[in-house]
């Protein structure tokens, strides 16, 4: 809950006092890095204020994923297995990297483009479902108090479960095929967050223009196949 609290008088500048949350929070105590700060950290407060109930439909999220299925979760580690191995026959005699340096091993072109699709396909289902996002919650959203901007937050956290179980198999390919792994791999969870937190504004964005027009789903439906 947001609440303004202030006096009635003509002065422009008077203070504010904000109720956020039961906290009390007057904007004239704070500078403009304070507020900057305050509003990067909001959507992060949010999603922990918020957990239970994103762990709660995250969990339904992906035990609906393969419903009905037999094999179940297995098509999700089949799924990016069978695309290594079909780069790795189609790319496995490239010798030389689209950066212009030379393949230490037959498998290095093939594992650049898995890890790349990784990428790609993350973006592109966070794309392609962000327009109807809320369509998708309409009853949860019109009959309850649901937030609905942790909407997004949800909907990234489930296809980063599916682009986790791609980057744990292309890892495992390359211990595998290399039998080292570059330093560069500690930098991963650091792409991580900021790719994610880059997939999260992308999908309140998408989502809010999704919410006025259906156009913007036929849209992104052509932009990310």
Known sequence: MNQKIGHNTDDSDALLLHVVDGESVIDGDLGVWARVARFLRAPFA???RHRDLIRVILKRELDERFKGSQAGWIWALTAPLLSLLIYTFAFGGSAVLPNKTAAKSA??????VFGGLI????FAEMAYRAPSLLQEYAHFIKQTLFPA???AVISTLRASAYAGIGVTLMLAAQL????TLSWTVLLLPVWAVFFMAFLIGLTWFLSALGAFTRDVSYLMMTISP
Not at 119 to 122: K, L, R
Not at 176 to 179: D, I, K, Q, S
């Open 46 to 48: 949010s999603a922990y």
């Open 107 to 112: 498998y290095d072109y093939s594992l650049f």
């Open 119 to 122: 990428a790609f396909n993350f």
């Open 149 to 151: 901007e942790m909407l």
């Open 176 to 179: 595998a095929f290399t039998h």
